[in-house]
């Protein structure tokens, strides 16, 4: 899941309840692990569960329409073993 709301470039994600600037074609509850798109917030996701493993997400940036994001990922004791993205670093 998850708290990051910025892409890789710093762009700011998108509300995944908006359609503006771009348009959200995922808009079933049942596509975000927190149990609604509302409750997803703008946080970087993977709705459409076809991007190998990593999140992403809409921006407001009416120039770029999506965009990756580095989403640590950690532990069941909390130490960041890596990131979503296709990385290894935790910083």
Do not use: F
């Amino acid at each position: 899941m998850g708290d990051v709301d910025t892409t890789v470039s710093g762009r700011t994600c998108q509300a995944w309840t908006s359609d503006s600037p771009h348009y959200n074609e995922y808009e079933e509850d049942s596509l975000y692990p927190d149990g609604s798109v509302s409750a997803a917030g703008n946080k970087c996701r993977n709705p459409d569960d076809e991007w190998n493993g990593g999140v992403w997400c809409y921006t407001t940036d009416p120039w770029k329409e999506w965009d990756t994001c580095d989403v640590p990922l950690c532990s069941q004791e909390g130490e960041c073993i890596g990131l979503l993205r296709l990385s290894n670093s935790c910083s």
